[in-house]
């Protein structure tokens, strides 16, 4: 119920922690850019989208495209629904929020709450708490048991790789994080300290730059879907009805005048991987 910063001000000032917290965001935002540069995603993003356009079927209006806003805002970015695989959803659900819970209520926490005789509201340190708490489960969840390594190609949990970056220094400042706030070591505060600073300096090689990329591009997704141009891909038909089978008369020879269900496909099995 207490702000552990408020303690650690009386070795450090409030000042370096804020700066510190600047210097991170700055971190983030030219990582982030840089990654786009060199990744080029922006500039595939914006000249698929011209593209798109110019397959389109029909223009969608100001409300539809405002529609398709709140329904990715609601399904991809705040319950992660794209997920298949639901033990995966719930570990990207709990290490999202978490993060959320833990930066935002660090962020308030040092500089909302540092000068001299501030208190507190218990709210907010409970939040870090919790934060960091939920990054643990849904992070070591997805270390141990759904990783991509582990799970597809059962290859072993220590298995390193440079894409590895993003989740480990995560953990790692969420853990140390703990173990300082509970215990008040301040060597554990030097190794939350390290791990953050991996995590928000790190962003060029790690997977963090995509959280920004990946909701325009599933709009851009539901956009394509709804004016038609399906970015290139084929529409769904019935291959019952006949002025489809007339468009495509090879349906007919091949599979009939009256083609059978084809089943789940690649759904007939439970995803177990990514």
Not at 202 to 216: D, E, L, Q, R, T
Not at 233 to 261: C, H, M, R, S, W
Request: aromatic share 16%; proline share 5%.
């Amino acid at each position: 119920m207490s702000n552990p910063f408020a303690e650690l001000s009386a070795l450090i000032s409030p000042g370096v922690m804020q700066f510190y917290l600047v210097l991170m965001i700055l971190f983030v935002v030219g990582g982030t850019i840089l990654d786009m540069r060199h990744k080029k995603s922006a500039k595939y993003f914006f000249e698929n989208a011209k593209k798109a356009q110019k397959n389109a079927t029909r223009t969608l209006s100001d409300g539809e495209k405002i529609s398709l806003a709140i329904k990715t805002l609601s399904s991809e970015v705040l319950t992660s629904s794209e997920f298949c695989n639901e033990d995966r959803r719930k570990s990207h659900l709990l290490t999202m929020y978490g993060f959320i819970f833990f930066a935002l209520s660090t962020a308030v926490m040092i500089f909302g709450y540092l000068g001299p005789g501030d208190s507190t509201p218990f709210i907010w340190p409970l939040l870090w708490y919790l934060g960091a708490l939920s990054l643990c489960i849904g992070g070591y969840w997805f270390w141990f048991k759904i990783r991509v390594d582990v799970s597809a190609e059962g290859l072993p949990w220590h298995r390193v790789e440079r894409a590895d970056l993003f989740i480990l220094s995560l953990l790692s400042t969420a853990t140390f994080a703990l173990l300082w706030g509970i215990t008040g070591a301040m060597f554990f505060f030097v190794l939350f300290a390290i791990s953050s600073t991996v995590l928000f300096a790190g962003v060029y090689w790690s997977k963090f730059a995509h959280m920004f990329f990946k909701p325009a591009a599933a709009h851009q997704k539901k956009i394509t879907v709804a004016d038609g141009s399906r970015e290139n891909l084929p529409a769904e038909y019935d291959l019952t009805d006949p002025e489809v089978q007339k468009k495509f008369p090879d349906i007919p020879t091949y599979l009939g005048k009256n083609p059978p269900y084809m089943g789940l496909g690649i759904k007939r099995e439970k995803p177990n991987h990514y």
